[in-house]
């Protein structure tokens, strides 16, 4: 089969025929539809996250069943599916508890510490692939339904996590980006009145598009003032992060208003400093969210294939041209999601 195989951080992929993957007893095998590229795995190209290398990474996944191991059950040749992101057991408390993410007995990330969806083939634990709606077009929107099971998914966990309800502000750090100009989405889609933050003009003005209320440009904009000022003084009630520097967290931490909730899911992670005083006094909370459920994942599927949300890819192109597509991401000029085109 065809892949695009990273030798190394910081390395251009190379185009690669490898043998076919087989499925052996448990596992199963998908040929690859599509499969998106967002800064989760540009993380992995650039070396800013440790990888096994070589590697063909890729994790956002449209694929059709053409193989089932001995002892898989549930699939068959033909199903459409997509993958979950976190490598995990299966049978542990915390996977029987629909709590997959804090698998005690997980291996890793697909495409990470295992081969992912760059390439004509995946084969993955059989339990690893969930089934597609059948009245989602998996052929027809291949890149679309690839992203779902992450770039989606997640903001979909964060309504639950934050238990965000009708009504009430929700500030988004980071709006314009793939996962976060999504959280936009669903935030709207919950009824809730939402504030997009982000440093490029051109992704404000696509968050507008995507439902967003109102807009903050933090490249000149002290946030933390503007929101109170959005709400009169109030504070917003949620505060998502999908950066999660210092300065982000610290802004939206100052900005949460009685009860408010703050919740960090960004790539950059860092420490930061929370006034305890504020949290005693507003009941404020401060608290992270990491991946998704396979409960969400179908949960996000169906709320798709009725279009009520729908995602926002505006990159594709095919597999080979994979390295162009991470430049675009690396320099944040893709609004949404973008995604490579396997077949």
């Not at 043998?19 to 989760?40: H, I, K, M, Y």
Request: with cysteine.
């Amino acid at each position: 089969m065809k892949a695009m195989m990273l030798d190394g951080p910081n390395q251009p992929f190379r185009k690669v025929e490898v043998p076919d993957p087989v499925a052996g007893p448990g596992e199963a095998v998908a040929r690859v539809l599509a499969c998106g590229s967002g800064l989760t795995i540009q993380h992995l190209k650039a070396g800013r996250r440790a990888a096994k290398f070589p590697l063909i990474l890729g994790h956002e996944i449209t694929g059709e069943i053409v193989e089932a191991g001995a002892g898989v059950t549930g699939l068959a040749v033909g199903d459409a599916v997509t993958v979950y992101y976190y490598l995990n057991c299966g049978h542990c408390r915390w996977c029987l508890a629909n709590l997959e993410p804090l698998c005690s007995e997980g291996g890793g990330n697909v495409g990470r510490d295992c081969h992912g969806g760059y390439a004509e083939y995946i084969k993955l634990p059989g339990h690893m692939f969930l089934k597609l709606p059948g009245t989602l077009d998996h052929r027809k929107h291949a890149a679309e339904t690839a992203v779902i099971m992450d770039a989606l998914a997640t903001p979909y966990k964060v309504l639950r996590r934050a238990r965000i309800r009708a009504g009430e502000t929700v500030a988004v750090f980071g709006a314009g980006g793939g996962v976060g100009i999504h959280q936009v989405m669903f935030a709207k889609w919950a009824h809730a009145r939402v504030i997009a933050i982000d440093v490029k003009p051109a992704k404000l003005a696509a968050c507008r598009e995507a439902g967003a209320d109102d807009v903050v440009d933090a490249s000149s904009t002290d946030v933390a003032a503007a929101l109170m000022d959005l709400t009169h003084g109030a504070g917003v009630d949620v505060v998502v992060d999908y950066v999660s520097a210092r300065k982000t967290l610290e802004a939206g931490a100052k900005a949460l208003g009685r009860a408010g909730r703050l919740v960090t899911l960004g790539a950059a992670g860092e420490p930061f400093t929370v006034s305890a005083v504020d949290l005693l006094l507003r009941e404020q909370e401060v608290m992270g969210s990491r991946y998704v459920t396979r409960a969400e994942i179908l949960e996000t599927l169906d709320i798709v294939a009725r279009r009520e949300v729908w995602p926002l890819v505006t990159l594709v192109r095919p597999l080979e041209e994979a390295e162009y597509v991470h430049e675009q991401v690396e320099r944040g000029d893709v609004t949404g999601r973008a995604a490579l085109l396997v077949r």
